[in-house]
Each structure stands twice: as structure tokens, then as C-alpha cells.
């Protein structure tokens, strides 16, 4: 029962306002979810003008498919030393069929748990698309049963101008905080939702 508690309040409860906090004396461990394509450029534009000192170390993770979201992360981080880069393997690759998907699925969940378990990130930051789903599912099984307390934030990508993309429509339920670029994204249904 008070599992189901904790479950109902942390899904439709909790509304996920940002509110203001004391500043940390620490920074926070980031863990950094890269699609793939364009959803890196756009993660790694955030990246760009995120103040290092705050965030650190980072934790990049993109799919164990995905060999130029790991150039583009070099090439950005420069010669910082307080970074990682991780694969993955992702749930679906493209063309993959949905039934063979699942399978895949499974395993990429399975390995977002070992690595959420050992990394222990402050804050999770993703953008899509199917490689953040397994991650955010374990965050959040992990804040339900107190395990560990990771913020997580879903930025849609800037290419949605109406709709959210299916990524975005299953972490909207699952994440701390969703941010739009557009505003007619920014529904008064969606009550996490904030415009950049």
C-alpha cells in the first residue's frame, strides 16, 4: 500500500515546480543522455553554456552504436578532464522491427540500472529519443523505493513546434521536469512543462 502511495504521489501528486533551493556548496554529478544526430547537436548546445563548476563530473551516455556523439562530446569538452563517456545499448535502433525492439529493450533497461546504480548522478538530462526512456523508467523506480534521488529533466526537441514526440509524451509522466522550446507546447495541461 504505501508503495502504491509513494507511486500515485510521485506520478500526479508532485507537480515538478521548480522551486528555489539554497545554492549548493557542491556541484551536482550530471549524467547526459545523447540520441543520436540532432537530438546530440541540440544536447550539446545546452552543454555548451552549462557552467562546468557547477556540473561536475559529467557523465555522458549515447548507445553503443553511435561512434559520432562520442567525437562531438570530445570535441566540446576540450582538454576538461572531469567528464566519462559510456555506451549503452539502445532500445531501438532505426529500422529495427518492433518485436525484435524488445528484447533490446530489456537489455538496455537492465544495463541503465547497473550503470544508475554505480554512477549515483544528481541529475539526469535528456532529450531523446528512445535511449533516455530505460534510464528515466530506473530513476524513477529508483526514487519510488528511496534508492537513490535523481532529478530528471526531458528538454523536447526543437523540431517539435505542436506536439510532443512520442518520447516526450512517456517521459512527461515519469520525469521531475520537461522544458519546450515552443509555446503553444505549453499547454495548462501540462503542468511540468516550461518554455525556454
Keep these: 500500500m504505501i508503495i502504491i502511495v509513494r507511486i500515485l504521489f510521485l506520478l500526479f501528486v508532485k507537480n515538478g515546480r521548480i522551486t528555489a533551493r539554497n545554492s549548493r556548496e557542491t556541484p551536482a554529478k550530471a549524467m547526459i543522455i545523447l540520441g543520436s544526430g540532432g537530438h546530440t ?10 557552467n562546468y563548476e557547477n556540473y561536475t563530473p ?13 567525437e562531438k562530446v570530445k570535441d566540446i569538452e576540450g582538454k576538461q578532464n572531469d567528464y566519462k563517456i559510456i555506451k549503452i545499448t539502445r532500445s531501438r535502433e ?17 544495463e541503465a540500472g547497473s550503470l544508475l546504480w554505480f554512477e549515483k548522478p544528481e541529475l539526469l538530462l535528456c532529450n531523446g529519443p528512445g535511449t533516455c526512456v530505460p534510464l528515466c523508467i530506473i530513476a524513477l523506480v529508483f526514487k519510488i523505493f528511496y534508492v537513490l534521488n535523481i532529478t530528471t529533466v526531458f528538454i523536447e ?10 518520447t516526450g509524451k512517456i517521459l512527461y509522466y515519469l520525469v521531475d521536469h520537461v522544458i519546450v522550446r515552443w509555446p503553444c507546447l505549453n499547454k495548462s495541461l501540462y503542468n511540468k512543462v516550461y518554455s525556454s
Excluded: P
Design 58 to 70: 559529467r557523465i555522458y551516455v549515447c548507445a553503443s552504436t553511435d561512434k559520432i556523439s562520442i
Design 157 to 166: 526537441s526543437f523540431c517539435r513546434v505542436k506536439t510532443f514526440s512520442l
Design 94 to 110: 532505426v529500422g529495427q522491427s518492433y518485436i525484435s525492439s524488445v528484447w533490446t529493450t530489456v537489455i538496455a533497461t537492465l
Design 41 to 50: 547537436a541540440e544536447m550539446l548546445r545546452i552543454v555548451k553554456h552549462m
